[in-house]
């Protein structure tokens, strides 16, 4: 266990050394989301939408955005990659286990994610003069926001054939989760089935929640009512809930499609 | 030496030591495919096997289970007494992987490549140190001092002759320095247990002798290795015992001496004039020879392979000297070879296609 915890430690770091050599995937994992970042808050200027900001809403909500490029297409392109260049092969035939192999890109993966997080707060800081409410709270979604999404790398690593291909088997997720997620609107404002879809997507919870942590306010039911501490727990209650699902879901999608080696003939 | 499948009916005198590798009826499926079907050897502590064969014979297919990478189909696999598949925890640390290929991140350099090895070893309880255990060829003292690496990177990397590239990047390296640098990561622990996959492919001819160099070394430290190879020579020279795979079989086995002498003995000669047939010559042991005409003489060849190893050879040649002194001819050119390695694997794959 202490073994797979150093390995995996190791091994983040050694994912992060490779992200910061890497232009192309410095620009997709970290430049991009702040980039569509900014474009989304274009949309909502003036607007309030349920008690706060309009610009404020939609920064609280692009965490959500960002799982899906720093942790989703990251890992995926990442997994695939080192799968057909027998990577994964080699480094779980030497010292780390499996668990540790995976922990480590997921804890990579989760420090990137973290960063922008932090970036994210710096803005919302500087222009609307807003610091996060309840750190904790953000700090659990957030490890469980990047283990649902590094399952889910996972498992869709493995129906991608190559990493070329990649590009196209992220597309879906990537998609649904941009018109989906209620980043730049509460889910309950999309029109009927699209509404009721919305409240299913495992990105769902993860952006209430957050939301929610950052603006000590209630996001979950979408009512925008301040709220203690204590309170945020418990509004965030039954979303943590379905993430948990979700992340048992994704778990077992891992298991059955997640690949250690490339398939032969 | 041919045997049946159960190989290890030899009994050796090793066997006192505990067999450090264990393979029973072991076979192995890809899909329908049976890659392997059903082989079984024993290696002792301290020794080196070789398994030779064809392509496609199932060599690595064996390596893989016994490195854990995929449980057996059927039979089973002991490495140091321990499951490689569901131990495969315990038995991490005490070994050493070379695979057939590929696996390294291009991106980091040679340097960083050895370093992330030595920091994964520590972490599992296995410091890399260089001094005891095994002597290490390539003195410790001829040290280079590289801005940045190490000093245990830098004798890993003096071991296998890559210490001037060490910081070039792993993508950038030819396909014989990939494969030194692969060594230099699977021998960086001390393993108990060393495989090594076709470790010599693709290396020019001093890598490859720095390489056995390598390998006889941790042997000597008691390292017990199975290895693959194509070369002959190199089973020749580093092997205690080996085997001959064909189409997921073991055919021959045993150690060099037995093998060899399994292959037989050849005696050839040659006798002027082109009007000699089979029944002017001797059978010696009832073996008769091939006749080939050329150049108005004739090429005789006896393959001897019965009787005892040591002596059939002599033994032939005396009713042959005889009958020549009788008949008043000289054998010309006469010429008494060994069998070699390479007869026994052709005979192998001669007789199964
Ligand atoms: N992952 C796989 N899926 C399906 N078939 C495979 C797989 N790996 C190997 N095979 C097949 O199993 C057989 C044995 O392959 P293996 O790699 O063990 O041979 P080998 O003895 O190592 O050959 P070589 O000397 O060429 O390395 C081959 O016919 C190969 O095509
Ligand atoms: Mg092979």
Do not use: C
């Not at chain 1, 965030?236 to 993430?243: M, V």
Request: aromatic share 6%; hydrophobic share 45%; net charge neutral.
């Amino acid at each position: 266990m202490r073994t797979d915890v150093l390995h995996a430690v190791r091994l983040a770091r050694l994912d992060l050394t490779l992200v910061a050599r890497n232009t192309t995937v410095m620009f997709n994992v970290l430049l991009l989301p702040l980039l569509m970042a900014w474009m989304f808050t274009q949309t909502q200027t003036g607007a309030d939408i349920a008690g706060v900001s309009g610009e404020l809403f939609v920064l609280t909500g692009v965490p959500g955005l960002m799982l899906g490029f720093a942790v989703f297409i990251n890992l995926v392109n990442s997994f695939t990659a080192r799968r057909e260049e027998l990577v994964l092969k080699r480094l779980r035939g030497g010292q780390p286990s499996g668990p540790a192999v995976l922990g480590g890109a997921a804890l990579g993966a989760l420090a990137l994610f973290l960063g922008q997080v932090v970036l994210l707060a710096i803005w919302m800081h500087r222009t609307d003069g807003v610091m996060p409410a309840n750190v904790p709270l953000l700090l659990v979604v957030a490890v469980l926001g990047v283990a649902l999404f590094g399952l889910l790398a996972a498992a869709f690593s493995g129906i991608t054939p190559n990493a070329e291909l990649a590009q196209i088997t992220v597309l879906p997720v990537i998609m649904v989760m941009m018109i989906g997620a209620p980043v730049a609107y509460p889910a309950d404002v999309l029109p009927g089935p699209l509404g009721v879809v919305s409240n299913l997507l495992p990105v769902t919870p993860v952006v209430e929640i957050m939301r929610t942590a950052f603006l000590g306010a209630d996001h979950v039911s979408g009512s925008g009512a301040a709220l203690g501490m204590a309170g945020q727990w418990v509004a965030a209650l039954p979303s943590l809930g379905i993430l948990l699902a979700w992340v048992a879901v994704a778990a077992l999608l891992a298991r059955w499609l997640f690949r250690w080696e490339p398939r032969h003939g | 030496m041919r045997t049946p499948q159960l190989a290890d009916a030899t009994g050796t005198g090793t066997a006192g030591l505990g067999n450090v590798i264990e393979v029973g009826g072991l076979r192995q499926k890809y899909g329908d495919f049976e890659a392997v079907r059903g082989i079984s050897f024993t290696v002792p502590r301290g020794e080196l096997f070789a398994l030779l064969g064809t392509n496609g014979a199932g060599k690595t297919t064996t390596m893989e289970v016994l490195e854990g990478f995929a449980p057996a189909t059927d039979g089973t696999v002991r490495v140091l007494g321990l499951d490689p598949v569901r131990q495969h925890r315990e038995l991490r640390p005490r070994v050493g992987i070379m695979l057939q290929e590929g696996g390294f991140l291009g991106d980091l350099t040679v340097a960083e490549t050895v370093d992330l090895w030595r920091g994964l070893s520590e972490d599992a309880g296995r410091p890399v140190t260089l001094s005891g255990g095994t002597e290490l060829p390539g003195s410790l003292t001829l040290f280079g001092r590289v801005r940045g690496v190490g000093r245990a990177t830098m004798g890993a990397l003096e071991l296998v002759g890559l210490e001037s590239k060490a910081r070039t990047k792993v993508r950038q390296l030819s396909g014989g320095q990939k494969r030194r640098l692969d060594l230099a990561l699977a021998v960086l622990s001390r393993p108990e247990v060393l495989f090594l996959d076709e470790p010599t492919t693709g290396m020019d001819p001093e890598a490859r002798r720095t390489t056995w160099q390598v390998i006889e070394d941790l042997r000597a430290g008691g390292t017990t290795v199975l290895l693959t190879t194509h070369y002959l020579e190199e089973a020749e020279r580093l092997a205690s015992r080996l085997a001959i795979m064909h189409e997921g079989l073991i055919h021959t086995y045993g150690t060099v001496e037995e093998v060899v002498a399994g292959s037989g003995d050849t005696i050839a000669f040659r006798l002027p004039g082109t009007t000699w047939s089979f029944g002017d010559l001797p059978a010696p042991d009832g073996v008769t020879p091939t006749l080939t005409y050329a150049d108005g003489g004739t090429e005789v060849v006896y393959a001897i392979a019965g009787g005892q190893p040591e002596t059939r050879a002599h033994a032939a040649l005396r009713p042959l000297l005889a009958w020549a002194d009788e008949h008043g001819e000289v054998l010309e050119r006469l010429a008494v070879r060994r069998g070699t390695l390479e007869d026994a694997f052709m005979r192998v794959v001669g007789e199964r296609r």
